[in-house]
């Protein structure tokens, strides 16, 4: 079982809607990576966190998506106006040591879009 | 660019057999090669990893060969498994990514006839 708690599974929302994900690091772990697997197997990387600090975001994140790691609260992904490409899976993985890469990612949220 | 390319897309193998699947990069900079499997409806999971320090990791049934000279790795599974039947990603870190960046191939999709 993943130590990286990641919910919901499963989220269906209209085009425009909002569609929040939330993820819980593994214990003591203060690097938090974002990431969306498209249907393509393509991985895209969102955003990384060194505790409640952006360490870098790409554009797409910039603009629509909408990303925090508060302390003592679940880290949170939110799309503001959800569109069909957003469907994929998003994954949530966690690390003790920023640089490090031997992370292990969430169950995933997987997101559709209708 | 694809800055990691696997191949071939899918393969089918018999039970006991021996799967190969293959992984080339770009960037020469990149220090880090994870391997990951991922069932379907689940995520990625880590499967083994090895750095440019050493050109084999074993682990049980799987293997890594590496070729830092012509950038390629390959997984190896012997006696390969119905069980085993899953998508194979290779990654890649370090180099000038993001810090702690995984960047993905498209994977490899197995198949293990028993």
């Known amino acids: 079982n993943s130590k990286v708690i990641q919910t919901p599974r499963y989220l269906v929302k209209g085009q425009g809607q909002k569609a929040k994900m939330r993820c819980i690091p593994e214990?003591?772990?203060?690097?938090v990576f974002w990431y969306q697997q498209n249907k393509n197997n393509e991985f895209k990387f969102l955003i990384n966190f060194q505790n409640q600090e952006v360490l870098q975001q790409i554009d797409m994140t910039e603009k629509r998506f909408s990303a925090e790691c508060p302390s003592n609260s679940p880290c949170s992904l939110e799309i503001q106006s959800s569109e069909a490409g957003d469907s994929a899976l998003y994954l949530c993985?966690?690390?003790?040591?920023?640089?490090?890469?031997?992370?292990?990612f969430g169950s995933g949220t997987r997101l559709l879009v209708i | 660019q694809q800055q990691v390319r696997q191949s071939p897309q899918s393969l089918t193998v018999w039970e006991g057999e021996t799967a190969i699947l293959n992984c080339s990069y770009e960037d020469s900079t990149f220090d880090y090669f994870p391997w990951y499997w991922q069932f379907p409806r689940e995520s990625p999971a880590l499967l083994i990893a090895?750095?440019?320090?050493?050109n084999k990791k074993e682990d049980g049934r799987f293997t890594i060969f590496f070729n830092k000279r012509e950038k390629k790795l390959s997984l190896h599974i012997t006696d390969s498994q119905p069980g085993d039947s899953a998508t194979y990603f290779c990654?890649?870190?370090?180099?000038?990514?993001?810090?702690?960046?995984?960047?993905f191939g498209r994977g490899t999709r197995l198949q293990v006839y028993a």
């Open positions: 090895i750095r440019p320090v050493s």
């Open positions: 990654a890649a870190s370090g180099g000038t990514q993001v810090v702690g960046q995984l960047t």
């Open positions: 214990k003591g772990h203060p690097v």
């Open positions: 993985a966690s690390s003790l040591i920023r640089g490090h890469s031997d992370y292990t």
